[in-house]
């Protein structure tokens, strides 16, 4: 399989705090791949930076083509959906508004109501709540909103940052049964953000752990996952 | 009694002007976050255009659409070349640079058609209407436009691809951007639309007012006070708001004694305290839901 998105000597800022010193991660297409790290490791910033949110110099490619300088707008022409941190839910419209957002961008208008429906397949409490306004679902229906309302556009890629946040583990098992399911039906590749290594590394068939803006430790997610020193040295679990 | 339903009607017909002015503020609100202080000299200059087609023998109803795409464009314009290079920067600085559009669109407003009071066509006639002598037939029409365009910014807001952008860029930037909605395009086009509402308040205006640079000053107060009133958020509230103003003022001034004529704009001015500290949403405006 080929490489989908290729990371390379990416450094990233806030003012003057450097945040990312020359990261490199590679995702190949058509696998799950999770990046695990602790709290202000520098994932959130990773993804961000794919998406120009953040300011960066090295190189972002994908497929071969340079995302680097790409206004944020741009990044779904790609292919390429984001779902941010806190879930970026548009909390003052309806779950349906919310779900047209998500495909906002395509042309082919007439294959998004069909696409909603499949979305209410995917996840039937949408459906229930089609006319709520989304910022009175629970924090488990809000991470399903945003993931679907990102599948919405057909995407290639995937980037989730930490979706397991704030919910309950029943929600989260849920939830990562459907990402496998998306990855593996729609063919969607998959870049998950972690604070859940456990869990991440079920789903993933290629972990990369960071630490303080740097990968410290790539491979194979089964054998990450199989060895204790890594998991009790960086995963702490 | 009919005292009470005469003033009642002729506070409508007041109402109707505030109401227009009350939407472009509202609209350009829903854009920015900010109040745009300018907004009405912004739609004074819009009639101002209107006047000079018309002195250059374009038909009246030539110059309403022709206006309209000026203003459109001019507003686009305005934001681009002013409001979009001050970016992110603190709400003070946003409010200088309204009150410097504010006194340069006064300022070329008077120097190119000067400061003399002008009158203004209206394309619906001065008769009374339907027999009453208290709403002309200018008034009723004004009151319908109102309630037309109303109508059509809601279809535009609720049903079409470009009004929900525009609400999810208002709502939230980031996510909005990151659906691969143009944030930046977006404000552009809320300046546009404001401006082209408040060229066709201008012109409803101004045949009551008549047409100076000065025309604006206490309809913008009124304006705002609508919007606040109605809930700065929606819409439909700024309209109402605007006939509740009109018919509000109308009433303080018949049966309060003192009030009378000249006290009629300071109390716009406390309905606006008034509504901020007991009803901040407005009375339309809506209350969202928010999880935390």
């Not at chain 1, 490489?3 to 991660?25: D, F, N, W």
């Not at chain 1, 993931?147 to 849920?174: Q, T």
């Not at chain 1, 079920?202 to 199989?226: Q, Y």
């Amino acid at each position: 399989m080929s490489t989908m998105l290729a990371i390379k000597e990416l450094r990233s800022y806030y003012g003057q705090v450097q945040a990312l010193h020359g990261l490199e991660l590679s995702i190949r297409e058509g696998a799950v791949t999770t990046l695990l790290g602790a709290n202000g490791a520098g994932k959130t910033t990773t993804i961000r930076a794919v998406c120009n949110m953040v300011r960066s110099t090295g190189s972002i490619e994908f497929e071969g083509k340079s995302l680097m300088g790409r206004p944020t707008e741009s990044i779904v022409q790609y292919g390429i959906a984001h779902v941010p941190q806190g879930r970026g839910t548009f909390t003052t419209m309806t779950v349906e508004e919310n779900l047209q957002l998500g495909a906002i961008t395509r042309k082919d208008i007439k294959a998004i109501g069909a696409d909603i429906e499949k979305m209410y397949a995917y996840f039937p409490v949408l459906k229930q709540r089609h006319t709520q306004q989304a910022g009175t679902l629970s924090g488990g229906e809000q991470q399903m909103l945003a993931v679907a309302r990102a599948l919405m556009l057909r995407p290639r890629l995937m980037l989730l940052d930490e979706p397991s946040f704030g919910l309950a583990p029943l929600v989260v098992r849920d939830l990562f049964g459907i990402l496998r399911k998306i990855n593996q039906e729609d063919k969607v590749t998959i870049l998950v953000v972690e604070q859940n290594a456990q869990l991440a590394l079920e789903l993933a068939e290629t972990a990369f752990v960071i630490e303080t803006g740097r990968i410290v430790m790539s491979g194979d997610a089964k054998e990450i996952a199989n060895n204790e020193d890594i998991r009790k040295s960086y995963l702490g679990y | 009694m009919e005292l009470f339903v005469n003033q009642v009607l002729a506070g409508i017909s007041t109402g109707a002007i505030y109401a227009c002015m009350a939407l472009a503020v509202v609209m350009i609100y829903q854009a920015i976050d900010h109040l745009n202080f300018a907004q009405g000299e912004m739609a004074m200059f819009s009639t101002f255009i209107a006047y000079q087609l018309m002195q250059w023998g374009v038909p009246y109803w030539w110059t309403f659409p022709l206006t309209l795409i000026i203003s459109f464009a001019g507003g686009i314009a305005i934001e681009r070349a002013l409001f979009k290079p001050l970016g992110n920067a603190p709400v003070l600085v946003h409010v200088a640079g309204f009150i410097a559009l504010f006194a340069i669109l006064n300022s070329v407003a008077g120097l190119t058609w000067d400061w003399t009071i002008k009158q203004f066509p209206t394309p619906f006639g001065n008769a009374p209407f339907l027999g009453s002598q208290l709403i002309s037939t200018h008034q009723a029409g004004m009151i319908g436009i109102t309630f037309i365009l109303l109508i059509l910014l809601f279809v535009f807001f609720r049903f079409t691809r470009v009004g929900l952008a525009m609400r999810a860029a208002a709502a939230l930037p980031e996510s909005a951007k990151l659906v691969g909605i143009n944030v930046s395009w977006m404000i552009a086009l809320g300046w546009g639309m404001a401006s082209g509402i408040g060229a066709i308040a201008g012109i409803l205006i101004a045949p009551v007012v008549f047409l100076e640079p000065n025309m604006m000053g206490g309809v913008l107060v009124y304006g705002f006070a609508s919007a606040v009133l109605g809930g700065l958020t929606s819409p439909f509230g700024a309209v109402m708001g605007g006939f509740l103003v009109g018919v509000f003022e109308n009433l303080v001034g018949t049966y309060i004694p003192g009030v009378g004529n000249e006290l009629k704009l300071p109390i716009a001015l406390a309905l606006i305290v008034t509504v901020l500290v007991l009803k901040p949403g407005g009375l339309f405006g809506r209350a969202y839901v928010q999880r935390v």
